[in-house]
């Protein structure tokens, strides 16, 4: 699997449970779900994401393909 796939994994599922969170245990959970809306949007622009960083140092997943 490539790591762009993981980032989408992972993206995903800090939305999921940050919105859980915010809903049944405290509001500023809402928070969280409001940054990573911010790096997703940031990396749109500049290409640069902190958890492709980390996964790539932990080895995991492969490269995405250049179109």
Known sequence: MTRERYIRIIAGTFVLVSLALGTWVNHYWYLFTA?????LFQSGFTGWCLMEDILKKAGVGTPAKAS
Do not use: A, E
């Open 35 to 39: 940054f990573v809306g911010l790096n």
